[in-house]
């Protein structure tokens, strides 16, 4: 891969890398982002994260959160797939919000970005709710794949505020013992929910956890993205591989 921009800061070195027209971002190292301007599923733990927007009533998604943005790999699909009216982004890293403006064209999607806490954003939202809440906070300058927010129950709470009342949440955890030994993986993570799913890949160790306010299926999510013309065809092509399975 041909290194096309770098930047250091403090103990952080920012690179984004191109193999063809593929783009990456990556941060001492760690890839945070992938970016195609016409291929939407990365066959990687990004797919995972947009993916339980199916769980929800085809229509539904109108608002959507999304809680670090990274370099925006998530953007183009969520536009293509759900059309929502509105796009949020929030994206603590000045660098990554820079990356996913003048390398990933976010902002030609329709995504108002905001460079700042998360937290301290979402305690502060006062607007109406979202019906697609994409958590996805980890440090730019991790070595390893760890959250940068712990989940406990009162981060939860607020996320869970946020989320409309026929909405999904979605939460991205490094491994699964990340996930199992967290508060939201307790009995009381459930309370105004209908059902918790478990997203994963075999091109890597992320554990995504989706809760949706409806009762679904992991077979209704796979009826609709056979419906999709292009989805359907990265799954019967092997590219869109996931698994999801929901946990009581």
């Known amino acids: 891969m041909a290194v096309v921009w770098r930047e250091?800061?403090?103990?952080?070195?920012?690179?984004?890398?191109?193999?063809?027209?593929?783009?990456?971002?990556?941060?001492?190292?760690?890839?945070?982002?992938?970016?195609?301007?016409d291929?939407?599923?990365?066959?990687?733990v990004w797919d995972l994260l947009w993916l339980p927007g199916f769980f929800a009533k085809p229509g539904s998604i109108k608002r959507v959160l999304i809680l670090g943005l990274g370099g925006g790999s998530l953007v183009p699909p969520l536009r293509?797939?759900?059309?929502?009216?509105?796009?949020?982004?929030?994206?603590?890293?000045?660098?990554?919000?820079?990356?996913?403006k003048r390398f990933f064209s976010?902002?030609?999607?329709?995504?108002?970005?905001?460079?700042?806490d998360a937290v301290e954003f979402l305690n502060h939202w006062d607007g109406p709710p979202f019906d697609l809440i994409i958590e996805d906070l980890f440090a730019p300058s991790d070595r390893t794949v760890s959250r940068a927010v712990s989940a406990t129950g009162r981060w939860f709470g607020t996320l869970s505020k946020h989320v409309s009342k026929h909405g999904v949440l979605v939460m991205n955890f490094g491994d699964w013992p990340e996930y199992r030994d967290s508060w939201t993986a307790g009995d009381t993570a459930m309370r105004g929910w209908a059902n918790r799913f478990r997203l994963s890949t075999p091109d890597c160790h992320n554990a995504v956890m989706a809760w949706t306010r409806d009762e679904t299926d992991a077979s209704v999510l796979r009826e609709r993205l056979r419906d999709h013309p292009e989805l359907e065809k990265e799954l019967s092509d092997g590219r869109l591989d996931y698994r999801a399975s929901k946990i009581s």
Do not use: I, K, W
């Open 8 to 37: 250091a800061h403090e103990q952080t070195t920012y690179e984004v890398r191109s193999q063809g027209r593929t783009l990456r971002l990556f941060a001492n190292g760690v890839q945070h982002s992938e970016f195609h301007p």
């Open 39 to 44: 291929r939407l599923v990365t066959g990687s």
């Open 80 to 100: 293509r797939m759900f059309s929502p009216e509105s796009m949020l982004a929030v994206e603590l890293d000045a660098f990554h919000l820079q990356v996913a």
């Open 106 to 116: 976010v902002e030609d999607f329709g995504v108002e970005c905001h460079c700042a």
